[in-house]
């Protein structure tokens, strides 16, 4: 597995994470098994949120003797990113998970709360020690410069945001932005959540070729891809050890230019909307 510096934070972050959005819905035993099959083949960096019910209590299970291999972020919801608010939410992350820090913090999206107190909050968890970093999701380049208004250059870990083969509006500006501002890109529904190119589109003959000529599979070369910026990193999903295998080969994935040609002119990138696309 590949690492790549996770924006200002200086850490070597692998390329390829673990989402966890309903991990706690299906198979216990599955979904440990799947998260710890994944850290044993790199995927490090383990994405969580308050917002996801169990999730928390499952990743603490697989992570339970492996906290120092983890690379831990979770999220506080808006309705509670008061300065108050987010501490308490973040302690209450931290009893679920049974960890005493995350590596990273991220507000899941714009609220009603200033700016200032959620990042007053975030400084304030940063200094105790309980986070390492903090950053925000589903944040567009506008809200993008509102914050650094507020928190300044260099304070802000990463955005997460909707990234995948049929949604690259990030593409126009939310990634020039945080290249400008050396603020890592976190790729969420990488496979579009429920939503992956049907095999007889378009795309996915494209993507069916090129992932023969690599001998590997269409969503190792969906991967590869999103992760073809120096600047992002997809967390996908897996209930199962062997998605997580499977999800967990990518890292080591290299698109060639004409490849990344094709995917390009296969899942065409399309105008820039009015607002950041998210789920
Ligand atoms: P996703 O990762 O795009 O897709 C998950 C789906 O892909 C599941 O049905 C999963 O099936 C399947 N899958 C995974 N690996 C596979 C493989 N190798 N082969 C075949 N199918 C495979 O969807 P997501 O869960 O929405 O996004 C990933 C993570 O991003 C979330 O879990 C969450 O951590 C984060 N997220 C963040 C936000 C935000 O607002 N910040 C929003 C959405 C998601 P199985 O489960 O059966 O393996």
Redesign the pocket.
Known sequence: MKHKKFGSTGHDVSVIG??????DR?DRRAAVA?LRRGLDLGMTHI???EM?GDAELVIAEAIAGRRDETYLVS?VLPSNASRRGTIAACERSLARLKTDRLDCY?L??RGSFSFSETVDAFEQLVKAGKIRSWGV??FDADDLDELLDVAGEGKMACN???Y?LQERAIEHAVIPWCAKHNVAVVA???????D?PDQRSKGGAVLQTIAKRHGA?V??IALAFLARDPRVFP??????A???A??AAAGDLVLSADDIAALESGFPRGPKPRSLP??
């Open positions: 673990q989402g966890t959005w309903y991990l299906g799947a994405d969580t949120a996801y999220k991220l899941h999206w999701s589903n997460q945001v909707f995948h969420y529904s990488p496979f579009g959540h429920n992956f599979l969503r190792q967390i996908p999903k897996a209930s199962n062997e998605h997580a499977e999800n998210m789920l």
